[in-house]
């Protein structure tokens, strides 16, 4: 007969309410872990984004006419967030149910194969080019979405509550310099083969072209995949889930040493917490002041992608719908150069000049302004945006195509200075630990339902009327679903210098212990594996 030592729930606010220390944080730890998270997001911007300039490259080669159909186009640009969604959903519950360690690197491994199947695509008399790449992208979708709420939840669970908003804020933040780097590495390649492509008449050098352009998307990630494997257990999840303790208090040690010991053949210290099932996870969103909050942040990130993707995979296309950049060659190999010259300097302009800004942004305040004013600022500025672009958009572009352009960046700036940051902050800090990667699975996969329904509708309803005629009403659409956000951005909490407990309400349920102020400031000052030592007030049972 064995002994195991369990201790009381009031462990939460002893051990673990902050398990690294606000006072004297490891720059190299905090740093390590928003590093290890951040290098998956730029990978995932960089691919699902590298479409937007590679899928004109593929029409050039694979498309009569030099031109992708609707279809095509669709086809494309659609299967990677379809894939995003199921990910998401998946990876979401994986990681509440086996841990976020084992299954952090998983979703990488899924990207870079996928990635490797796109670059080496190939077509035969059973097998369609648009098929096959539909199919990889579908499948490096799932893995881009097992990402978003791994990342979001690893880096909220190592986090400080004092640092907790600027490191997921600069996890999301490589989201930028992917779409940037995406447009970048297109602007050189295109140059590289400006000689080629003025030279034969096919442009077959093209096909090179945009497979270099995706294949490199492999790099970071490759890079970043040693360290997702080795990463420890969050702190939390090895408390609340595994209830280990004295492993918890290890965990923990990662964001200030950069180093974890992995305890083995021990007796270990359990600890007496709620454990999730279906009927609690019902009867927990069953109550509304719960349901709401998931629902706050579900719709929220469900309207703001309806924009966010509706522009960012359709960047190219709006650029010349306005004839931004437009060639004026009479030579066919110089205009289809031109073309792809032209839409990759204006992706870079749009990256520089509004997305990589409104990130940075919301870094510098986020810990100060708080989470939800910022997200409601975004939502009302968007609105007011959208309703200029989409009502007044012959009148602009009759005046000037600049201004035009200069309020797209500015749509950009404010979805990254707003909600496009705080949505995914948000949810990664508001659920209970036991559901906390459930439930950011969910409102991740409402965003990209919004970004499928966005994708879908552009490509149907663009050209009603003409080619690209429709695009003001779409962007008036735009401000319709900005306006929802706003009322859905009241349903959830504020959760500046709050920690992950005192957000989740587990402390409501807590014995009512109370911890002398003497001992806070101890505890404040202290090591995880010091306060377990001051705390193991604990009752063994037999098992």
């Given at each position: 007969?064995?002994?195991?030592?369990?201790?009381?729930?009031?462990?939460?606010?002893?051990?673990?309410?902050?398990?690294?220390?606000?006072?004297?944080?490891?720059?190299?730890?905090?740093?390590?872990?928003?590093?290890?998270?951040?290098?998956?997001?730029?990978?995932?911007?960089?691919?699902?984004?590298?479409?937007?300039?590679?899928?004109?490259?593929?029409?050039?080669?694979?498309?009569?006419?030099g031109?992708l159909?609707?279809?095509?186009?669709?086809?494309?640009?659609?299967?990677?967030?379809?894939?995003?969604?199921?990910?998401?959903?998946?990876?979401?519950?994986?990681?509440?149910?086996?841990?976020?360690?084992?299954?952090?690197?998983?979703?990488?491994?899924?990207?870079?194969?996928?990635?490797?199947?796109?670059?080496?695509?190939?077509?035969?008399?059973?097998?369609?080019?648009?098929?096959?790449?539909?199919?990889w992208?579908?499948?490096?979708?799932?893995?881009?979405?097992?990402?978003?709420?791994?990342?979001?939840?690893?880096?909220?669970?190592?986090?400080?509550?004092?640092?907790?908003?600027?490191?997921?804020?600069?996890?999301?933040?490589?989201?930028?310099?992917?779409?940037?780097t995406?447009?970048?590495?297109?602007?050189?390649?295109?140059v590289?083969?400006?000689?080629?492509?003025?030279?034969?008449?096919?442009?077959?050098?093209?096909?090179?072209?945009?497979?270099?352009?995706?294949?490199?998307?492999?790099?970071?990630?490759?890079?970043?995949?040693?360290?997702?494997?080795?990463?420890?257990?969050?702190?939390?999840?090895?408390?609340?889930?595994?209830?280990?303790?004295?492993?918890?208090?290890?965990?923990?040690?990662?964001?200030?040493?950069?180093?974890?010991?992995?305890?083995?053949?021990?007796?270990?210290?359990?600890?007496?917490?709620?454990?999730a099932?279906?009927?609690?996870?019902?009867?927990?969103?069953?109550?509304?002041?719960?349901?709401?909050?998931?629902?706050?942040?579900?719709?929220?990130?469900?309207?703001?992608?309806?924009?966010f993707?509706?522009?960012g995979l359709?960047?190219?296309?709006?650029?010349?719908?306005?004839?931004?950049?437009?060639?004026?060659?009479?030579?066919?190999?110089?205009?289809?150069?031109?073309?792809?010259?032209?839409?990759?300097?204006?992706?870079?302009?749009?990256?520089?000049?509004?997305?990589?800004?409104?990130?940075?942004?919301?870094?510098?305040?986020?810990?100060?302004?708080?989470?939800?004013?910022?997200?409601?600022?975004?939502?009302?500025?968007?609105?007011?945006?959208?309703?200029?672009?989409?009502?007044?958009?012959?009148?602009?572009?009759?005046?000037?195509?600049g201004?035009?352009?200069?309020?797209?960046?500015?749509?950009?700036?404010?979805?990254?200075?707003?909600?496009?940051?705080?949505?995914?902050?948000?949810?990664?800090?508001?659920?209970?630990?036991?559901?906390?990667?459930?439930?950011?699975?969910?409102?991740?996969?409402?965003?990209?339902?919004?970004?499928?329904?966005?994708?879908?509708?552009?490509?149907?309803?663009?050209?009603?009327?003409?080619?690209?005629?429709?695009i003001?009403?779409?962007?008036e659409?735009?401000?319709?679903?900005?306006?929802?956000?706003?009322?859905?951005?009241?349903?959830?909490?504020?959760?500046?210098?709050?920690t992950?407990?005192?957000?989740n309400?587990?402390?409501?349920?807590?014995?009512?212990?109370?911890?002398?102020?003497?001992?806070?400031?101890?505890?404040?000052?202290?090591?995880?594996?010091?306060?377990?030592?001051?705390?193991?007030?604990?009752?063994?049972?037999?098992?």
């Amino acid at each position: 007969m064995s002994r195991v030592s369990v201790v009381t729930n009031v462990h939460a606010k002893i051990v673990l309410a902050e398990p690294i220390t606000d006072t004297n944080p490891s720059l190299a730890g905090l740093s390590l872990a928003v590093l290890i998270a951040g290098v998956g997001f730029f990978t995932d911007a960089y691919d699902i984004f590298a479409i937007n300039m590679c899928a004109a490259m593929i029409g050039q080669i694979y498309s009569k006419g030099g031109t992708l159909t609707p279809n095509q186009e669709l086809g494309l640009k659609v299967a990677t967030p379809v894939g995003t969604l199921v990910g998401q959903l998946l990876f979401g519950w994986l990681a509440d149910v086996v841990g976020r360690k084992k299954m952090y690197g998983v979703e990488l491994m899924l990207i870079l194969v996928a990635t490797f199947g796109q670059a080496i695509a190939g077509r035969g008399p059973g097998a369609n080019i648009f098929g096959v790449l539909i199919v990889w992208r579908f499948l490096m979708g799932i893995g881009i979405g097992g990402d978003y709420p791994l990342s979001a939840i690893i880096t909220s669970e190592f986090a400080t509550t004092r640092y907790r908003g600027r490191m997921m804020n600069a996890v999301f933040a490589m989201q930028g310099f992917g779409n940037l780097t995406a447009a970048i590495v297109a602007l050189v390649v295109t140059v590289a083969f400006k000689d080629q492509i003025l030279k034969y008449p096919d442009v077959h050098h093209i096909d090179y072209m945009w497979r270099i352009i995706i294949g490199l998307g492999m790099v970071p990630g490759t890079i970043a995949l040693y360290y997702r494997l080795t990463i420890p257990e969050t702190p939390r999840y090895t408390m609340d889930i595994e209830r280990n303790l004295e492993q918890a208090a290890q965990d923990a040690d990662f964001v200030k040493t950069g180093k974890f010991e992995r305890i083995e053949d021990r007796v270990v210290e359990r600890v007496d917490v709620p454990k999730a099932s279906r009927r609690d996870f019902l009867a927990h969103y069953g109550r509304w002041v719960n349901f709401k909050v998931l629902f706050g942040c579900a719709w929220s990130w469900f309207a703001l992608d309806i924009a966010f993707y509706g522009l960012g995979l359709n960047s190219s296309i709006i650029l010349g719908a306005i004839g931004f950049g437009s060639s004026h060659a009479t030579n066919p190999q110089q205009k289809i150069y031109d073309g792809l010259y032209n839409q990759a300097v204006g992706n870079i302009i749009i990256s520089v000049a509004g997305l990589i800004p409104g990130y940075w942004a919301s870094f510098f305040v986020i810990d100060s302004w708080g989470r939800k004013p910022i997200q409601l600022m975004g939502f009302v500025l968007l609105t007011g945006i959208f309703i200029v672009m989409g009502f007044a958009y012959d009148a602009i572009l009759d005046h000037s195509k600049g201004a035009f352009v200069f309020l797209y960046c500015l749509a950009n700036f404010f979805q990254n200075f707003g909600p496009n940051t705080t949505t995914f902050i948000i949810p990664g800090e508001v659920f209970p630990t036991r559901y906390r990667s459930t439930s950011h699975g969910i409102s991740a996969a409402s965003g990209k339902l919004g970004a499928i329904v966005a994708q879908v509708g552009f490509a149907r309803l663009k050209d009603i009327g003409g080619k690209g005629k429709f695009i003001k009403h779409i962007l008036e659409i735009f401000a319709l679903f900005m306006l929802t956000g706003i009322f859905s951005t009241f349903l959830v909490p504020e959760t500046k210098g709050l920690t992950l407990e005192q957000l989740n309400g587990e402390e409501e349920t807590e014995d009512a212990t109370v911890i002398p102020d003497n001992e806070k400031a101890d505890r404040d000052s202290s090591s995880a594996s010091d306060i377990q030592k001051r705390t193991a007030t604990s009752r063994p049972i037999e098992i």
